[in-house]
């Protein structure tokens, strides 16, 4: 007998109650919008997401490259465009040098990637090489992690500057402009998404994806926690 699927509904619940493992939760990540974090801890931080963000735009040329629809591609491009910037827009990488300069990192520091901790590095590898050789929409599905970012983008927005007074809050500008980005970002991957995984086993495997990138940002934590610390 086949299984019988979920419905659009029933799976996008499956898939929005995998927030429990999302990174918000992580100790790491707990300290830093707490106001435990020392600076040192933050700089480092700062130091390793930058390989982070500048990886997505990598990984969404990758999608790009492996994705035949013209609608779907003249939407994703989109997102390329926000981490590079264009015309006179600084765009996100740019904005998250911004951010690292106003909590007392230099550009050529964070630039040079030479605080990136191995195992944030082989996360964030897997994540790209992941989507470069996926089906591009199981790669889509795999960036549905940003269903739970509004949060965590928010709550930095609303904490860090109570907590931590000596970051120039104009640092802060790559999580004000993140919150729509990603509200975007999620709605085209979501129908994207519920529309692709239909049987129920896709279903299933939609939601090992996610896990899997759920992992990879747990994992940064975990590497960043090992060796800066986690202060209560
Ligand atoms: O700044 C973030 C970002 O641009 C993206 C793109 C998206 C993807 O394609 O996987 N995920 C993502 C995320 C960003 N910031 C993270 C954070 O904690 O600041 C969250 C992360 C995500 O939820 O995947």
Known sequence: MNAVPW?????????????SAYHIHHPFNVMLNSGKASPEQIKGWVANRYYYQTSIPIKDAAILSNCPDRAVRRQWVERILNHDG???GPGGIESWVRLAEAVGLT?????????VLPAVRFA?????????????????CSSLTELFAPEIHKQRLAN?????????QAGLHYFRT???LAQRDVA??????????RTLEQQQRALQILKFKLDVLWAMNDAMAQH???SQ
């Not at 419905?7 to 927030?19: H, I, K, M, T, V």
């Open 7 to 19: 419905s659009r509904e029933e799976f996008e619940a499956r898939l929005r109650d995998q927030g």
């Open 228 to 230: 800066y610390g986690v």
């Open 124 to 140: 964030v590898d897997a994540y790209v090489n992941f989507a470069r050789r996926a089906a591009w929409q199981e790669a889509v």
């Open 160 to 168: 860090w500057p109570e907590h931590y007074p000596w970051i120039d």
């Open 178 to 180: 993140r919150v729509p």
């Open 107 to 115: 550009r050529e520091r964070v630039e040079s990637m030479r605080d």
């Open 188 to 197: 085209q991957g979501l129908e994207i998404t519920l529309s692709y995984f």
């Open 86 to 88: 264009y015309g006179d």
